[in-house]
């Protein structure tokens, strides 16, 4: 049976009879997985550092001969962040983006660029807080990293071609996930109407890295246009509700820093 090692972020774990877990992990070198966690609950030094959610560290795992599931052998957790549990506005928004990986992201796919994202998101997190405008850019970027970002700039169906010569600020949008984003009156079928002003916003926020989007301010309407309009683009992909998102909706009104 092999064994590998690679650099992971838990994305989720849950209990397993008595003492074990099952963790489900994203791999930098194995995309997401599944493994079985035996003594987790008790075993300090296998597991040192523990495998709570959004732990980042290197796995040790084995393949188990005709088992869906591998074994998680160790996991040595290498970056601490240690806000995140302490602050439940962070703590909200990592769940977030941990569920979203795991739903969006195929088993045993390797997706470099994602796990950085994702590393790279809970590091900001952890440091600087929650914040809305760095959860959209966080969406933009993984739903674009797997191929799955949606059309802004132009229409998802024609490119454009369809109102060429006109003036782009007078072309009304309307926004259908089903046919990957914004698509011009001419093409629409559906969906709904976008503003210009949550379009601008989205292709400007598309173009931020997330050390940036920490500094900008939507307006809370804004913010709710983008926000809904991606959760469109999500929900198509993911095929069911996110735990997350109506743990993250509760806290929007009792902390701006947590607003979703």
């Known amino acids: 049976m092999a064994s590998l090692s690679t650099p992971a972020i838990v994305l989720r774990a849950v209990n397993y009879g008595e003492a074990d877990r099952i963790v489900t992990l994203l791999g930098r070198d ?22 709570g959610l959004c732990a980042v560290g290197v ?19 290498t970056g601490g962040h240690s806000a995140l549990g302490a602050d439940i506005g962070r703590m909200a928004h990592a769940a977030y983006a941990a569920e979203l990986c795991s739903k969006l992201c195929a088993p045993r796919q ?7 994202w994702l590393a790279e998101f809970l590091a900001y997190l952890d440091l600087e807080g929650a914040s809305a405008e760095r959860l959209r850019v966080f969406e933009l970027g993984l739903l674009g990293g797997l191929g799955f970002g949606p059309a802004i700039a132009a229409c998802a169906v024609c490119a454009g071609a369809s109102h060429a010569g006109r003036d782009a600020s ?24 976008i503003t210009a002003a949550a379009r601008a916003a989205l292709l400007h926020l598309a173009g931020l890295s997330l050390g940036a989007a920490f500094r900008e301010a939507l307006a ?3 913010n709710r246009d983008c926000r809904e309009a991606l959760a469109e683009i999500i929900n198509h992909h993911v095929g069911g509700p996110l735990k997350s998102v109506e743990f993250i909706a509760k806290l929007s009104a009792a902390s701006s820093g947590g607003r979703p």
């Open 30 to 51: 194995t995309g997401r997985l599944s493994a079985l966690a035996r003594g987790a609950r008790k075993s300090q030094k296998r597991f040192a550092g523990g495998l």
């Open 110 to 116: 390797v997706e470099v660029a994602v796990y950085d």
């Open 170 to 193: 007078a072309v009304a949008f309307r926004w259908d996930a089903d046919r990957g984003g914004a698509v011009c009156a001419g093409c629409a079928r559906g969906g709904r109407p």
């Open 59 to 77: 796995a040790s795992l084995r393949e188990r001969a005709g088992a869906e599931l591998l074994t998680l052998e160790g996991f040595d957790a």
């Open 220 to 222: 809370p309407d804004v």
